[in-house]
């Protein structure tokens, strides 16, 4: 196991859900100490990881949770070097069939909450002046489009799109990327519950499956750790391939 992330402390939203509890047990087996944040504190996942945890409730849309999540985590595990933007909504309708409401409330939670999370969190970072790594989740969506799921993927669009203009607004000290999952079997994906023809859509990829939760997390390692010292505003494909760049 290896120790790259020693002394490193990291919050991760969305850390209930399948990506983020991933994330957070990659993040934490990597020796960083790690605040799972969710609308509900993620107990469990915070329990399943192997160093400093804690686990915060907070809703990444509401200014004064995103300020409080970070002002919590910096004081618990002191400090914070490392954002981890994984809290997300996805609400798969047909244009014609969105409400405003819909539309609303995605953009809330995937940009407005990106926008807070990263905001609080940069300040922190540059008022402690020991630089720091933010990392979005994006999505392949971001750049395949996709029928019936076009506010999401626009969501994601403008993921990628914060990416590439903090890293330029915060560079050199604070590094900005992005990584885009290809689809992954969690509660948002509902592998489950897929249709016939997305099933066979998504296994015609060049490999072939859909991906697991626990194969997004050492790409956030890489990006958080020593390895990637000269990467910023790159969003990475963990997508089986799907996408390429
Ligand atoms: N699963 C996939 O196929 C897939 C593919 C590409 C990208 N992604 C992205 O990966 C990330 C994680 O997705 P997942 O599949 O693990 O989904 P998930 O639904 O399992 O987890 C998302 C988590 O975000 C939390 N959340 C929602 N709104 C919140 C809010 N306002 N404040 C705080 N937390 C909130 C939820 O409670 C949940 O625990 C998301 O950014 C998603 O868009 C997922």
Redesign the pocket.
């Known amino acids: 196991m290896s120790d790259s992330l020693s002394g490193r402390v990291a919050l991760v ?10 994330i957070a047990a990659a993040l934490s087996a990597a020796g960083a100490s790690v605040a799972l ?4 504190a ?1 107990t469990a996942a915070a329990a399943a990881c192997r160093g400093r945890t804690l686990a915060l409730a ?5 200014e004064n ?1 995103a300020a409080r999540l970070v002002a919590e985590t910096a004081k618990g595990l002191g400090g914070l070097d490392i954002l981890v ?6 609400i798969e309708r047909p244009l014609l069939e969105v409400s405003v409401e819909e539309f609303e409330r995605t953009v ?3 940009l407005r ?1 990106v926008f807070l999370m990263a905001r609080e969190s940069i300040r922190a970072m540059r008022t402690a002046g020991r630089g720091g790594r933010v990392i979005n ?5 971001a750049f395949l489009g996709r029928a019936g799921n076009s506010v ?1 993927a626009a969501t ?1 669009g403008g ?1 990628v799109t914060f990416t590439r203009s903090w890293a330029r607004e915060f560079a050199p000290d604070i590094l900005v990327n992005a990584i ?10 509902g592998l489950a519950g897929m249709s016939p023809e997305l099933r066979r859509l998504e296994n015609s990829m060049p490999l072939g499956r ?2 697991r ?1 626990e194969e ?1 997390g050492p790409a956030v390692v890489w990006l958080a750790g020593p390895g990637s010292t000269y990467v910023t505003g790159q969003t990475i494909g963990v ?1 089986g391939g799907a996408v390429m760049n």
Request: aromatic share 2%.
């Open positions: 939203t969305g850390a209930a859900g399948g990506i983020g509890s991933a944040a969710d609308l509900e993620p907070g809703d990444v849309t509401r949770d933007n994984n809290a997300a909504i996805m809330a939670v995937n909450g989740i994006a999505s392949e969506l999401y994601k993921v885009a999952p290809g689809p992954v079997d969690t509660p948002m994906l859909v991906g939760p997004i997508n």
